[in-house]
């Protein structure tokens, strides 16, 4: 049995681009404000290097993702990484609205990036057909805050 779905990325990745070059736009400012000091205004743009880069990768996650979920009988791959079934420690979805979903694995404290995902056509069949193979594959379902690192 092997079942497709197209998935979308996360709300939460476009927030947090969208906060973090608020925060490189208002610190880059300050550096501007601050120019007459040369150490402090040199440690500033270094700072605001390390802004850009963080949201140029962001931006890179966002746009290299597949979008597709393949759930297979033994394994499930999404965003081309493939997981086998005795990895997945539980599912995690997230909110009530607007659903995300995300696969933690044993040993990892946080979700990985390319593990977090949203459905993109009919949400609740799609959420509903997910957590019956998890049921039937022993799989842990949780409501809860997804934790994952940049």
Do not use: C
Request: aromatic content about 10%.
């Amino acid at each position: 049995m092997t079942k497709k779905f197209q998935t979308k990325t996360p709300t939460s990745m476009y927030f947090q681009l969208i906060t973090f070059s608020l925060l490189a736009l208002f610190h880059l400012r300050l550096a501007l404000l601050i120019k007459e000091n040369t150490l402090l205004f040199i440690i500033h743009l270094i700072f605001n290097l390390a802004l850009v880069s963080v949201i140029l990768g962001l931006l890179a996650k966002i746009l290299m993702k597949n979008n597709q979920l393949e759930i297979m009988d033994d394994k499930i791959k999404l965003n081309n990484v493939e997981v086998s079934i005795d990895k997945i420690e539980k599912i995690i979805i997230q909110g009530y609205f607007i659903q995300s979903l995300g696969i933690k694995l044993y040993g990892k404290k946080f979700i990985l990036n390319d593990l977090h995902f949203r459905f993109k056509n009919n949400e609740d069949m799609n959420i509903e057909d997910f957590k019956k193979w998890a049921d039937k594959n022993g799989i842990n379902i949780t409501s809860e805050r997804i934790k994952r690192r940049l």
